[in-house]
């Protein structure tokens, strides 16, 4: 099992980026997969999933109506839209299954800073 995360850079307050994530080693239509991130010195949050065809999404509350999750099944991708960010979205962002159902090969994450 592999994730590869990118997407992720320096960014003004307000800005956008879209973040991306190729799953491969599973059977990725099968399954509910999630972004999460973790700042230093803080435990791994959850911030949105999207769950298998037809689709639907959750968000943590501090993300929604800023943050879009989506997923290309032929592409085994996921995808994370995040607008209007803010300094305290500044975090390592990682894919995976639902917690409890985390694959333990965890990628290398894809950094986003929120800064002026």
């Known amino acids: 099992v592999q994730f590869v995360e990118s997407g992720g850079g320096l960014v003004q307050p307000g800005g956008s980026l879209p973040l991306s994530c190729i799953a491969s080693?599973?059977?990725?239509?099968?399954?509910?997969i999630c972004w999460y991130r973790q700042a230093p010195g803080q435990e791994r949050e959850l911030v949105a999933l999207?769950?298998?065809?037809?689709?639907?999404?959750y968000y943590t509350d501090s993300v929604k109506g800023r943050f879009t999750i989506s997923r290309d099944d032929a592409k085994n991708t996921l995808y994370l839209r995040m607008n209007s960010l803010k300094p305290e979205d500044s975090s390592m962002y990682y894919c995976?299954?639902?917690?409890?159902?985390?694959?333990?090969?965890w990628g290398q994450g894809t950094q986003v800073t929120v800064s002026s």
């Open positions: 995976n299954r639902l917690p409890g159902w985390t694959f333990p090969s």
């Open positions: 080693g599973f059977t990725f239509t099968k399954y509910t």
């Open positions: 999207i769950t298998q065809a037809p689709s639907t999404t």
